[in-house]
């Protein structure tokens, strides 16, 4: 019988979770990207480095112009899905799977960076 290698097998289910944590992360960033410019124009610093890191983030991560769109209407614009899939002429549930596609990749961006930093 073959054996299972436990410790491998782990540490992905580790990896996994985490870059689960950066989604969640990630869309609590953008939810609150009106809040954080507000912040910044009265001068908090760390603010504008959330706010820099996001922006460079979503840069790198090559969102789609749909992904880009799916953002700008519900996080800027603060539009509902529903909303957002209306003026996208498309469905809420397909404004869904953009965000979360957009959030995933953006995810990955930070998940990558703080994996440079402890090395």
């Known amino acids: 019988m073959k054996e299972v290698p436990t410790q491998q097998f782990s540490l992905n289910f580790q990896e996994v979770s985490q870059r689960e944590g950066y989604e969640v992360r990630v869309m609590r960033l ?6 954080l ?8 610093t760390s603010a504008c480095d959330l706010l820099l890191d996001l ?3 979503m840069c790198l991560a090559a ?9 700008s209407y ?23 799977q953009l965000l979360h596609a957009a959030c ?5 961006i930070y998940w990558y960076w703080d994996g440079k930093e402890r090395r």
Request: charged share 25%; proline share 2%; hydrophobic share 35%.
């Open 30 to 35: 953008l939810e609150n990207r009106p809040y």
């Open 37 to 44: 410019a507000e912040r910044r124009y009265k001068g908090d």
């Open 55 to 57: 922006d460079g983030a």
């Open 63 to 71: 969102l789609t112009s749909r992904q880009a769109e799916a953002i």
């Open 74 to 96: 519900v996080y800027d614009q603060g539009c509902t899905q529903a909303g957002a899939a209306w003026h996208m002429n498309i469905s809420q549930q397909a404004v869904r």
């Open 104 to 108: 995933r990749k953006i995810a990955m």
